[in-house]
C-alpha cells in the first residue's frame, strides 16, 4: 500500500482550486446517553493537550475511576439541553456553517463552507479527506475560539497535521489562531451586553465567565489568561464601564488542581453575600452555547447565586449565529481567500 494518500483516479493534476472555509469547534456526544459521552469523554480527556501529567498515570485514572463515574452523570445533564436538532452545539455550529456560506456567496466569494470537530463526528480526518475528494485546494481554518489556549486550539491544529502527514498532496492552509482583541469581535459582544442592559436593565454587576483550565498552563507559557483579561479590557471599555461595573471568572473547572481564578461560583457565591444582589453573565470564550453555558451558567450557577441571597441572574446568550457575529467571521476568513 502506498505511504501517503494522494489524488483518486478520478482526479486531474491540474483542475484543483477550490477554497473551503473550514470552521472547527470542540465536538459533543453524538447522543445524551452514558455511553456516547462515555465515547466523546474518552476521546477528548485522552488528548494530551487538553490533560497534561503523565500519560500512564493519568490513562489509569481515566479508565479506572473518571469514566466509570463521569458519564453517567454527564449524560443526565445533556438531557436537560439537548433539543429536537440534537446537541445545542452541534446545531449551533451547522447554522454558523449555513449563515456564514450564505453571507460570503452575498458578497460576492466563490468559496465552500464546511465544519468539522475535534472530538466526535464529523471528525477532521473524515472531513478532511472529503474536501480533498472535492477539489479542495485551499483551506482557511477558523478554530471557533477567541481566545488561543494550548488544550482548543493548538489541538485543533494538531489534528489536523497529524491527518496532513499522510498526505501527498497538501491543500494550501491558513490557520486563523486567535480573535480575542478583533475589533468586530469585541464589538459584537459589547453590542450584545448593551442590548441586554437596555432591556433589562444595567446590572449592579457584570461578570464575564471563561472556561478555566489549570493554573499551571498559564505558568507553562499558555496565553489564554492574559488573552482573557485583554477581551474583558477591551468589552467593558467599549462599554464605559468602571472597575466596580464587572468582574472576571473562569468556570468549567475539572480535576483537584487549582485552576484559574477566581472561581464563577464561588464569585457569584460572595456577591449574592456581599448584597450584589443583580447580575447579568456572559460567557466570551463560547462562540455557541452548549452544556457549560446552558447547564453550568445558566442552570448551576443561577442556583449558586439565588441560593446565597442573589434575586436578579441574566445570562447573556453566546454569539451564535446572530449576524454580527457571521459578518465577523466574513472578516476574519475575507483576508485569506
Ligand atoms: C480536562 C480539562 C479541560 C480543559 C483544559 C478544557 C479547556 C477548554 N474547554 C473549552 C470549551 C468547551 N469545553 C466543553 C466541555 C468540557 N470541557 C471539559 C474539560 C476541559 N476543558 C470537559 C470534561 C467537558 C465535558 C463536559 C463534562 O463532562 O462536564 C464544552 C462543551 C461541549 C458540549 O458538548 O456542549 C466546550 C465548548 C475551552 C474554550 C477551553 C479553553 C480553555
Ligand atoms: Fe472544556
Ligand atoms: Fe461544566
Known sequence: MAKYFGLNKQQGHGDRAKTTVLLMNLGTPDAPTTGAVRRYLAEFLSDPRVVEIPKLVWMLILHGIILRVRPAKSAALYQSIWTEQG????AITKAQRDKLAQRLSENGSDVDVDFCMRYGKPSVKETLRRLHSEGSDKLVVLPLYPQYAAPTTASAFDAMAKELTSWRYLP??????SYH???DYIAVLAD???RDFEQHGKPKKLVLSYHGMPERNLHLGDPYYCLCQKTTRLVVERLGLTDDDYITTFQSRF???KWLGPYTD???EALAKEGVDDVAIVCPAFSADCLETLEEIEHENRDVFTQAGGSKYRYIPCLNDQDGHIDMMVNLVKPYL
Open 255 to 257: 480535576g483537584k488542581a
Open 192 to 194: 450584545s451586553i448593551a
Open 172 to 177: 494550501s492552509l491558513h490557520f486563523i489562531n
Open 181 to 183: 482583541d478583533h475589533p
Open 87 to 90: 446537541s445545542p452545539l452541534m
Open 266 to 268: 464561588a464569585s457569584l
